[in-house]
């Protein structure tokens, strides 16, 4: 019965609980808060632009990698043919070693 | 159905009128000072964020009990979590185990003749799951209705009651263990 009137006492220890003060502070902390994520909306909108930027140069790249490979094809060759050219290598005499089959 | 419009200038009303509680329910269910002042701050932070999601089918108190609950409970979960993995090594150590870190707390609002009890009782509260730790201190220190609790929780009026009576039954038995003759 000792027992049981303790456990009740304990259970009933915090029904007169007095609620434990705030702090004023709090309230502008959470409007600094609510700053800063504004602050942070705007760089965002400054980030879509970023994007954007990084979106023409990307469109402006793939336009030159596709003028640069319609006209690779010409020119590469072409230059390979000149440089073997330059060197020599269009006449085909040196690799004709053996003289009976010139 | 009444919408919530908060504007930043107006917080300072809003929280003076709210935070007393908000703070007051997250101190008895963390027991530290420190982690129940941030939750205050982050749930009037989410409450003007989003502030849309309030749809005026519960009253803003229990709304914010709602926040409030819902964050108190993923850093209990979390606490849980990393004493589990601390218990093997914490039982090597021969420490003893306690369900969350905290010990020895009592609210600040507890009367000076009541302050053993109470930490007792304390103590005993974090040997109960949190859902029924939450029931049992919405209802004993809030003292919100069933309904109200059952809004918080998102759960119905019997299941209120039953977590209630397990909550009551589970703690005696660990008052219990603390009497001495």
């Known amino acids: 019965m000792k027992k049981e009137q303790w456990v009740d006492a304990v259970i009933d220890s915090t029904r007169q609980l007095a609620p434990a003060g705030t702090n004023p502070f709090w309230v502008v902390r959470v409007q600094q808060k609510i700053k800063q994520q504004q602050e942070t909306i705007h760089t965002v909108i400054a980030a879509k632009w970023v994007y954007t930027a990084a979106a023409c140069f990307a469109a402006l790249l ?35 070693l053996d003289p009976s089959t010139r | 159905m009444s919408k919530l419009q908060l504007k930043a200038a107006d917080l300072g009303a809003f929280m003076q009128e709210h935070q007393g509680r908000i703070y007051n ?44 609950v819902n964050k108190c409970i993923d850093i209990l979960r979390k606490k849980q979590r990393r004493l ?22 009592v609210h600040p609002g507890i009367v000076a003749e009541n302050k053993e009890k109470a930490a007792i009782l304390y103590k005993a509260l974090l040997h109960l799951p949190v859902n029924q730790r939450t029931a049992y201190l919405l209802h004993d220190t809030e003292h919100l209705s069933y309904k109200e609790i059952s809004e918080v929780l998102e759960t119905s009026i019997p299941a209120v009651e039953s977590l209630l009576f397990r909550a009551r039954q589970n703690l005696r038995k660990s008052i219990e263990h603390y009497y001495k003759d």
């Open chain 2, 84 to 105: 589990q993995w601390q218990q093997p090594f914490k039982w090597m150590a021969g420490e003893t185990l306690l369900p969350t870190a905290a010990t020895d707390f």
């Open chain 2, 25 to 68: 329910a997250a101190l008895n269910l963390l027991q530290n000072q420190q982690e129940a002042e941030e939750i205050t701050q982050d749930v009037f932070l989410d409450a003007y964020n989003k502030q849309q999601s309030f749809k005026g089918d519960a009253s803003i108190s229990t709304w914010l009990y709602r926040i409030a």
């Open chain 1, 62 to 96: 793939i336009l030159n990698i596709l003028s640069f490979s319609n006209t690779a094809g010409k020119s590469s060759k072409n230059n390979i043919q000149s440089v073997m050219q330059q060197y020599g290598f269009m006449q085909t005499d040196y690799y004709f």
